[in-house]
């Protein structure tokens, strides 16, 4: 699986939006861009996944550029709530493929009131 | 409905000795996941079951470490003579089938003393 470089920390206002970068530039075209947070004390949730078009949920948007080798996942009205740990993971979903989530150190999004 | 469930959600042992931990994955995944996170590392693949096929043991450290995963639903982890540094929050997750997104339980936070 392709490996992922994400800023170790970023600071956001609260109500404002958070744009949480990832670098991806060894992806291959099968695999896609998953998205998970850790709040602290807590299991990873996930939060959104990708192929190459924009995604949109509840909770937030995922953005991947058209070469597809960096995204930004966008949290549209960061709260106090989402100060939590990022994970950007880059999995293949097909045959063969390892099903195993590789975790790196991810972004720490401290959300300031 | 019901998440993912994890028991204890704290055991402390002394070296030596054996410690099982269990998981109840959501109703219906048939794919079953172990990680842990040692204090200060990033989250670490350990073993995952899917359906009736042979686990994928890839990430287990040592022999000391073993699952099993009962009747398709209920998995256990077996860490035998522990060790201080099998000290860590071993986190387990289930997902719908092997390709879809992963829900992770709470953790068990194991302190080998």
């Known amino acids: 699986d392709a490996k992922t470089t994400q800023p170790p920390s970023m600071d956001c206002a609260e109500g404002r939006a958070a744009n949480l970068p990832c670098n991806h530039s060894t992806i291959s075209g099968n695999e896609y861009v998953y998205w998970y947070r850790q709040i602290h004390s807590q299991g990873p949730q996930y939060i959104i996944h990708?192929?190459?078009n924009n995604e949109t949920n509840e909770m937030a948007s995922l953005i991947i550029t058209e070469d597809r080798k960096s995204s930004t996942l966008i949290l549209p009205h960061a709260t106090l709530r989402d100060t939590a740990v990022y994970y950007c993971?880059?999995?293949?979903?097909?045959?063969?493929?390892?099903?195993?989530?590789?975790f790196g150190t991810g972004t720490l999004l401290a959300v300031q009131p | 409905g019901a998440g993912v469930s994890q028991s204890p959600s704290n055991k402390v042992t002394e070296k030596g000795k054996d410690v099982e931990l269990r998981c109840d994955p959501i109703?219906?995944?048939?794919?079953l996941y172990w990680y842990r996170q040692s204090l200060g590392q990033g989250l670490e693949f350990l073993i995952y079951?899917?359906?009736?096929?042979?686990?994928?043991k890839s990430g287990l450290p040592s022999d000391r470490f073993s699952a099993e995963r009962t009747g398709g639903s209920v998995s256990t982890l077996t860490i035998q003579r522990t060790q201080q540094e099998d000290s860590a929050v071993y986190l387990c997750?289930?997902?719908?089938?092997?390709?879809?997104?992963?829900?992770f339980g709470p953790g068990t936070r194991l302190t080998v003393l």
């Open positions: 079951f899917q359906g009736n096929s042979a686990p994928d």
């Open positions: 993971i880059v999995r293949g979903n097909y045959g063969g493929a390892t099903n195993k989530l590789i």
């Open positions: 990708g192929l190459k």
């Open positions: 109703s219906g995944h048939t794919a």
């Open positions: 997750a289930s997902s719908r089938g092997q390709y879809n997104e992963q829900f």
